[in-house]
């Protein structure tokens, strides 16, 4: 079983910064990668950013540009550092983690309002 610690979530005006943190930790499992979804109410689970343990990047196109990811593998811990917020970036967003063994866990959500 993998438990998440996650932060940063909150209110911020269209074109704000937020930062999400997201730490993982459990009995032994090594990790694949992680990242973060995001779901906004009445819509589907969509991939927002992932990080694997080789430090390949992957972003969904509604996010390049204003997003970056990065972690730390030693600390089973990644960030996502959100810029030029805007309302459509209102959310859950879910820190996941993969695994080795390609278990996939998820945080319990964070949320992010886009709101003037």
């Known amino acids: 079983q993998v438990q998440f610690v996650e932060s940063g979530g909150g209110l911020v005006q269209p074109g704000g910064s937020l930062r999400l943190s997201c730490a993982a930790s459990?009995?032994?499992?090594?990790?694949?990668?992680m990242g973060w979804y995001r779901q906004a109410p009445g819509k589907q689970r969509e991939l927002v950013a992932g990080?694997?343990?080789?430090?390949?990047?992957s972003y969904a196109d509604s996010v390049k540009g204003r997003f970056t990811i990065s972690g730390d593998n030693a600390k089973k811990t990644v960030y996502l550092q959100m810029n030029s917020l805007k309302p459509e970036d209102t959310a859950v967003y879910y820190c996941?983690?993969?695994?080795?063994?390609?278990?996939?866990?998820w945080g319990q959500g964070t949320q992010v309002t886009v709101s003037s």
């Open positions: 990080i694997t343990r080789g430090d390949s990047t």
């Open positions: 996941y983690v993969t695994t080795r063994s390609q278990a996939h866990f």
């Open positions: 459990g009995n032994d499992f090594s990790i694949y990668g």
